[in-house]
């Protein structure tokens, strides 16, 4: 039986994966929790894909400071949802090469910021599959507002 079988299934109709399963794999916890939800996994696509949700509200705990009169989703924690969907990725497609490890970031490459994150904007972020070897996940990271790109970056990560 598979990783994406024994997590416990969605309250919502709507998604592949919600809260109860994300925390049984992310060792993260609010306040840096930053998954929301998994909308669609493709592990047997040309590259393997993974698509999340991250529901921005105004009561994220970083809006006080940043900034109180215009507030904006700091550029280091899109980042950062980036690298937990891409573990989400590693954890469901590489379940025995992740299994009983946590993940660790590694690096980031070619980070681009496209428009402000605020207050009420619904996050998809997308992480899709460069490569895997010797336990190093590489991959491609964006973030969408709707249509709109609003962040991406090449992303890599281990399981220890």
Known sequence: MSLLETL???????????????????????????????LSFEPDAEKAKITCLKNVSFNEPYFMGHFPSDPVMPGVLQVE?????????AYLKFEEESKGKRPAFMGVDGCRFRRAVRPGDCLRIEAELEEFRRGIITFDGKIFVGEDRVAEAKLKATMV
């Open 81 to 89: 949802a980036m690298a937990q969907a891409g573990c989400i990725l």
């Open 8 to 38: 416990p299934k969605p309250q919502a109709k709507d998604c592949l994966l919600d809260y109860a399963a994300i925390l049984q794999l992310l060792p993260h916890r609010f306040p840096f929790l930053l998954i929301d939800r998994v």
